[in-house]
């Protein structure tokens, strides 16, 4: 980490270097649009569980500074993640005994989980770059601050008696609470994640020359559009310590007998001690548009270049 940590650095420094000695340093200010869309990920260290998988789409502005080839930006923007957790088919067995007083265990099959997250954060990007030509890169830190987070949890269950002096398994009597394919539910659980760290990289090109024959675009060079891929990585741990409730439990009731409850991953006793980053790989697409620079009097036009334009009076064009 340390390795790649310098050797971004030392390409900044060059980029920033060159754009110094520049004799005649070009200066520009822009207002940039983008809108971000790709895979997410949640990487964490809960035993027999796979990361969870999604996607990840987010919308931002930001204010870019030029300096011939150095770039900077400082933006905000509001991200919206949904991570899907893989649940696999659980066996719990539990001592019980009936109404005669015999001893038997009831098996509860759980079985078709589905286990969601639906996070929205605000995202502040600080970033630092070079642009040479049409290729571009940026690099620089995220902070993401929680807004709004949920988990929701359901599965179907099954459940049979199993007793030692029979030969066989006791199954659909629901007077016996013996019941197939019954459903249970979580319900929408609020969540709150930590403050996230994120190490961002995007690398790019500008797309905006395609459009240049176009020629309903106005003063199309002060408008620069961007196509690159990014990544995201995590540094933090998003979930905090505490005491959560098993991921399957149940109650005994007077009335409705045994109860069965479900929790999301992230909202179980499984997650109590986890480490949770995340992981996002994406599509960015970017739009800039030059703000007005004092004292300059002239503004290029390529579609009246670019059709011989001539002002009255005069016979010369720029080409």
């Known amino acids: 980490m340390r390795r790649y940590i310098l050797i971004v650095f030392c390409a900044l420094v060059c980029a920033y270097t060159h754009a110094q000695t520049e004799l005649a340093p070009e200066i520009r200010y822009f207002i940039a649009l ?32 030029y300096h011939n080839k150095f770039i900077m930006s400082a933006g905000v923007e509001a991200s919206y993640q949904l991570n899907i957790n893989k649940i696999e088919n659980m066996d719990f067995s539990l001592p019980m005994k009936d109404t005669e007083g015999d001893l038997f265990n009831m098996h509860v099959l759980v079985y ?15 970033l630092v ?28 269950y099954s459940t049979y008696g199993e ?8 199954h659909n009597m629901e007077n016996h ?22 190490a961002h990289v995007e690398v790019g090109a500008r797309v ?7 020629t309903f675009r106005i003063n199309p060079d002060m408008i620069r559009m961007y196509l690159s891929a990014y990544v995201d990585f995590g540094l933090l741990n998003l979930i905090s310590s505490q005491k959560n409730p098993p991921i399957f439990d149940y109650r005994d009731t007077e009335d409705k007998g045994l109860q069965f409850y479900i929790q999301p991953l ?13 992981l996002n790989v994406g599509i960015k697409y970017t739009v800039a548009f030059e703000m007005p620079q004092k004292g300059k ?3 290029y036009d390529y579609n009246k270049v670019s059709q011989d334009y001539r002002k009255r009076g005069g016979n010369q064009s720029i080409q």
């Open 297 to 299: 009097s002239y503004i």
């Open 129 to 156: 770059g070079g642009e040479w030509q049409r290729f571009y890169f940026m690099v620089g830190p995220k902070v993401g601050i929680n807004m709004f987070a949920t988990a929701l949890s359901e599965a179907e």
């Open 34 to 65: 983008n809108g971000d869309l790709g895979y997410s990920a949640l990487l964490h260290n809960i035993e027999n569980y796979k990361p969870s998988s999604g996607m990840n789409a987010n919308i931002g502005a930001s204010f870019r500074f």
């Open 177 to 198: 609470q013996f019941v197939t394919d019954n459903q249970m539910v979580s319900g929408v659980l609020d969540m709150k994640w930590n403050m996230n760290l994120m």
């Open 112 to 126: 078709k989980s589905q286990d969601r997250t639906h996070t929205v954060n605000l995202n502040v990007p600080i």
């Open 266 to 278: 992230m909202r179980s006793s499984l997650a109590n001690d986890a480490f949770v980053r995340n």
């Open 208 to 214: 905006d020359d395609v459009y240049k024959h176009r």
């Open 163 to 170: 007793y030692e002096r029979y030969y066989a398994d006791f």
